[in-house]
C-alpha cells in the first residue's frame, strides 16, 4: 500500500525556518556531529527559538514534515503531516537499511560514513503487542513503514539500531514483526563497562569514535540469532 503525499500549505516555504546559531553547532559538536552532516540533512532551527532544532523530513527532496527538539529533549511535530522515515532520501536504492531510534542517531551513523540509514519519527513504546498485527489501516504506531513501503520492500537487508533499553528491545521486535525477521539484523551494542552497554548510535560514537561505530553496525547479527 503506497500513499500518496501532498506538500502541506505551511511547508512551501521554509521562510520560518533559519540556519543554526553558534549555539546549536556546538550542541552537536558535543555529540561528534559535524557542521557538513548537519547541511546535508538540512538540519535548522526554528525561527524566533534560538534553543529549538527542526530536523526536516524530506521525500524526493521535497520536505513532508519537521519535527522539533529543545535541548531539554522535549520533542513534537507539526500538525496535519503523514509520518515518515527520517532520511528516507539516503535509501532509495539500498539493499541494506540501518533503522535507529531517533534523528541524531541518524546523524551519528552517517559520521560513521554509513549514510543508508534512517529513523524512526515517534520513538519507541514501552512493551512488545501481545495482540496480532492490525491491518494496515488500523496499524496507526507504524504507519511510518506503510507510508514508506515502496522503499522498504526493495531492501534484502535490514539492520535494526535501535537503543539497548526495554523501549529500545520492544521497537525492534515491532519493526521485525512488520519487516519480517528473516531480513533483518540486529546491532549487539559495546559494553561501556561491567554492568551497561553503551546505549545508542551516538553515545557510541561520542565515547568510541566514528570507526568504532561503524564496525558495531558491520558486525550485527541476524535477529533470531540475536533473540536466541
Not at 534553543?51 to 529543545?70: E, H, L, P, Q, S
Not at 515517534?122 to 494496515?136: F, I, N
Not at 514508506?148 to 528491545?169: F, H, M
Request: hydrophobic share 40%; glycine share 4%; net charge negative.
Amino acid at each position: 500500500m503506497t500513499l500518496a503525499c501532498k506538500t502541506p500549505l505551511f511547508f512551501t516555504s521554509l521562510s520560518y525556518l533559519h540556519k543554526f546559531v553558534v549555539q546549536l553547532i556546538a550542541y552537536f559538536a558535543e555529540r561528534r556531529i559535524s557542521k557538513a552532516t548537519l547541511q546535508r540533512n538540512a538540519v535548522m532551527q526554528r525561527s524566533g527559538d534560538q534553543a529549538v532544532i527542526a530536523f526536516t523530513y524530506r521525500r524526493n527532496g521535497v520536505i513532508v514534515g519537521c519535527k522539533y527538539r529543545t535541548l531539554e529533549k522535549k520533542f513534537w511535530q507539526e500538525k496535519g503531516t503523514k509520518n515518515w522515515l527520517y532520511g528516507l532520501d539516503d535509501i532509495k536504492e539500498a539493499a541494506t537499511v540501518v533503522i535507529v531510534e531517533g534523528e541524531i542517531d541518524k546523524l551519528a551513523v552517517e559520521e560513521a560514513g554509513v549514510y543508508n540509514c534512517v529513523s524512526v519519527p515517534c520513538g519507541a513504546p514501552q512493551t512488545v503487542s501481545a495482540k496480532e498485527l492490525p491491518t494496515l489501516e488500523k496499524d496507526i504506531a507504524y504507519q511510518y513503514l506503510w507510508n514508506c513501503e515502496e522503499y522498504l520492500d526493495k531492501v534484502s537487508r535490514i539492520i535494526l539500531a535501535t537503543d539497548v533499553d526495554d523501549p529500545g528491545n520492544a521497537l525492534a521486535e515491532e519493526l521485525a514483526r512488520r519487516l519480517g525477521k528473516e531480513r533483518c539484523w540486529r546491532v549487539h551494542w559495546p559494553k561501556k563497562d561491567d554492568f551497561s552497554c553503551f546505549k545508542d548510535a551516538n553515545e557510541v560514537l561520542e565515547c568510541l569514535g566514528p570507526e568504532a561505530l561503524k564496525e558495531v553496525i558491520e558486525n550485527a547479527k541476524p535477529y533470531q540469532e540475536y533473540m536466541e
